[in-house]
């Protein structure tokens, strides 16, 4: 399974965009990036998913260069509740494959947003 | 998306007893798994728990301290046996959400404090 590297911590303010990126070198041809967050004393929170490029949704972005061994999680304009653990996990999402579902956390970035 | 429910959100558990944690997925999901999550430590894959079939264990984790059931496609129980003050962990079930879009969804974890 391939094992991700994160910062342990980042700080920010309130309003400032976030790039938090995750090394990922023995990334498989079926793995893909998700990256989850989460809040103490609840479970961890989808927030997106990508195979290659750049994928967007509402609340993130995600930078996968060609090579695909990092990522780069980007929050635009954090504000106070942004702060949260953040995982960055790789394997494979297709049914059938050697690895699906056997997302291995890695220890997560603890995002702190500051007033 | 899958809402989970668990149950004991949390409990007490003396030395030497059993808990066993309850999982009940609102829709059919084929696979279920059980992770654990130590004071201020990430997630840990404990077992993948299939209908119909036993229970895969990650390195680490065996049946007898940890066993699985999974009598149909809505619900699973984590019994952890023989408790220890290295028990107290919260335990989280989960699910994949589709066949191929990764995405995890978690119930919010039942926390277990063992004296």
Known sequence: LAKTTQPI???S???QEVNITCSHNNIA??????????????????????????VTNEVASLFIPADRKSSTLSLP???????????CLVGDVNAGGTSYGKLTFGQGTILTVHP | SAVISQKPSRDI????????IQCQVDSQVTMMFWYRQQPGQSLTLIATANQGSEATYESGFVIDKFPISRPNLTFSTLTVSNLS?????????????????GELFFGEGSRLTVL
């Open chain 1, 13 to 15: 303010y309130e309003g």
């Open chain 1, 77 to 87: 304009r954090v504000s106070l509740s942004d702060t949260a653990v953040y995982y």
């Open chain 1, 29 to 54: 041809t079926n793995d893909y990036i998700t990256w989850y967050q989460q809040f103490p004393s609840q479970g961890p929170r989808f927030i997106i998913q990508g195979y290659k490029t750049k």
């Open chain 1, 9 to 11: 911590s980042m700080d």
């Open chain 2, 13 to 20: 558990c003396q030395r030497g007893t059993s808990l066993t």
């Open chain 2, 85 to 101: 003050p290295e028990d107290s962990s919260i335990y989280l079930c989960t699910t994949q959400q589709g066949e191929n879009t």
